[in-house]
């Protein structure tokens, strides 16, 4: 009997057991790969979004100022320094229409006719979209339109008595815009009284800008005090609602994955317990102790393996599941980050590795006669 066929024996025999560690180590591996999956998500759309938009620095105010914080004025200051290109003001905020079948909607205020339109693609009628003085007129992402059951010409209440006809709908790259509302930034800022106020600027430089981002970043932030202007990797790493998302999914799978430890322990113990009596055979038939000792690290790690298999399959399907649903579908991406579904087979491997190695040593360490002596 070939060493392959004797372990995959040893799993298929105690199906019952064998299906519900597969099941343990699914869900810890499927936890990594959906929850961390989705919070690095979050920083790979938000990153992907700017540098498409070619977009080189973020302004912001400092500590826990509200949104809305920075005067409009400063983009013009912003604007006027050497190597700076382009300066992108915008205001953000969110709202429930739980009328219109969606918990939260993210509104962003953006100046009509800017390049910050630029990466959008009008689906309806091309020459739908927002223009410079529009009042009471939004562009709606393909998501959140679908989810509102809204088209071109439909009207809306966004809050108490403040109606908004829809101009368009538009698609992009990134799942944030698409299920996300786009104004003119003045109907934001009356809508929130905040006039004259932003939640920050995206900067664009000329290619000598480029040169000497450390220089530029200095004199912005010495335009007024309490702002800070980051590169986009620095702004995303500073986030502390990404920071957060990463740490619970961590946290999440940690404890499933410890979880599916101790029960990949636990059923190769009793594996070992049972067939106490095979492996004094074995043992006498010349089996050495580092043979019997593969066999059972193998029989763990096989387990694991198609426990990974299971939970890298299911996380396609929840990601795909999830995306359906209108709570969430304009906020996650439903595609799977493959280079974690293969740190899940190595992470499964581990745990099996570890689940495996102290019953694999202690049925190595049978002696023929005391195991064959065993009822």
């Known amino acids: 009997m070939w060493f392959s066929t004797l372990i995959l024996k040893n799993i298929i025999r105690r199906p019952l057991r064998s299906i519900l560690t597969v099941v343990a180590i699914a869900i810890a591996i499927g936890s990594v790969v959906s929850l961390v999956g989705v919070a690095r998500g979050f920083e790979h759309s ?3 979004l700017y540098e498409k938009l070619d977009v080189d620095m973020l302004v912001v105010a400092k500590g826990q100022a509200k949104n809305g914080a920075l005067p409009e004025k400063l983009g013009e200051d912003i604007s006027k320094l050497p190597g700076v290109q382009a300066v992108i003001p915008g205001l953000v905020d969110a709202y429930s229409l739980r009328e ?3 918990a939260t ?3 962003n205020g953006w100046v009509p006719e800017t390049l910050a339109f630029n990466h959008l693609r009008m689906i309806s009628d091309p020459e739908h979209g927002l223009k410079k003085g529009d009042k009471g007129r939004v562009l709606l992402g393909s998501i959140i339109a679908s989810n509102m059951n809204m088209r071109v010409g439909d009207k809306f209440e966004l809050t108490p008595g403040e109606w908004f006809e829809v101009v368009g709908i538009f698609e992009s790259f990134s799942v944030f815009d698409n299920g996300s509302i786009i104004m003119p930034l003045e109907e934001l800022q009356r809508i929130q ?3 004259g106020k932003v939640t920050g600027y ?3 430089f000329t290619p000598e800008g480029k040169k000497i981002i450390p220089d530029i970043r200095k004199e912005i932030e010495e335009l007024m005090p309490n702002i800070r202007a980051l590169p986009i990797r620095e702004h995303l790493d500073a986030l502390p609602e990404l920071q957060i998302a990463k740490a619970m999914a961590w946290l ?3 404890i499933a994955l410890v979880i599916g430890l101790f029960g990949m322990m636990n059923t190769m113990v009793m594996s070992v317990h049972e067939r106490t009596r095979e492996i004094g055979i074995l043992r006498a038939v010349g089996w050495r102790p580092r043979r019997v000792l593969r066999l059972v690290l193998f029989e763990a790690i096989a387990l694991s393996q198609l426990g990974a298999v299971v939970g890298v399959l299911g996380s396609v399907a929840i990601l795909s599941i999830l995306t359906r649903f209108p709570l969430v579908n304009g906020i996650i ?3 799977l ?9 190595v992470i499964a491997a581990l745990v099996g590795l570890l689940g495996g190695i102290f019953p694999a040593q202690r049925a190595a360490r049978l002696m023929p006669t005391a195991a064959l002596r065993q009822e």
Do not use: H, M, Q, R
């Open 252 to 254: 999440t799978s940690a």
């Open 100 to 102: 219109y079948g969606v």
């Open 46 to 48: 938000f990153l992907e």
């Open 202 to 204: 995206s900067i664009v």
């Open 105 to 107: 909607a993210i509104v």
């Open 193 to 195: 009284d905040k006039p």
């Open 333 to 335: 991406e439903g595609k």
């Open 337 to 345: 980050n493959w280079t974690l579904a293969a740190y899940g087979f």
